[in-house]
C-alpha cells in the first residue's frame, strides 16, 4: 500500500472574477482582429515580391499573436490564468490590463529579456552559486 503525502500545496486557482472576464472580452476581441488580418493577408494577392516578403512578416506576426492569445485562452479555462508561468505567483491585475495575453509576472518577464540580452554579447553578473 502505498500512502503519498504530499507536503507541498497544490497552487491556488482564483476563482473566476469580473477581471477575468474583462481579461477574457479582451482576448476574444484580439482573437478575433488577429484571424480577420490572417484572412486579409491570405485573400490578398501580392503584387511584388517585396509586398510578398511583407506579408509574409505580417503572416508570422499575427499567427505568432494568435498562439499567445489562444495560449491564454486557454489557461482561462483550466483556471491558470493569471499566474506566472515560470515563478506560479499571480500576474499583477495593471499588467493583465495592458497585456492580456502574458504569461509572465514582470520580473519574470524581465529574467527573461534579461537573458536574451546577456546571450547576445552583454556579460551580466551570472547567477552565482
Ligand atoms: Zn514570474
Redesign the pocket.
Known amino acids: 500500500m502505498t500512502q503519498l503525502l504530499s507536503s507541498e500545496s497544490p497552487p491556488t486557482v482564483p476563482p473566476p472574477s469580473a477581471d477575468h472576464a474583462r481579461h477574457w472580452q479582451r482576448l476574444e476581441a484580439e482573437r478575433r482582429f488577429r484571424l480577420e488580418q490572417l484572412a486579409a493577408l491570405d485573400a490578398e494577392a501580392p503584387p511584388t515580391p517585396r509586398h510578398e516578403s511583407v506579408q509574409q512578416a505580417l503572416r508570422i506576426a499575427a499567427t505568432t499573436a494568435l498562439d499567445e492569445i489562444e495560449a491564454a485562452l486557454g489557461r482561462l479555462q483550466d483556471g491558470r490564468y493569471g499566474v506566472?508561468?515560470?515563478?506560479?505567483?499571480p500576474?499583477p491585475a495593471e499588467r493583465l490590463d495592458v497585456l492580456p495575453m502574458t504569461s509572465?509576472?514582470?520580473?519574470?518577464?524581465y529574467n527573461e529579456q534579461n537573458c536574451r540580452l546577456a546571450g547576445s554579447g552583454r556579460g551580466g553578473d551570472g547567477r552565482g552559486a
Open positions: 506566472c508561468v515560470t515563478c506560479a505567483l500576474i509572465l509576472c514582470m520580473a519574470c518577464h
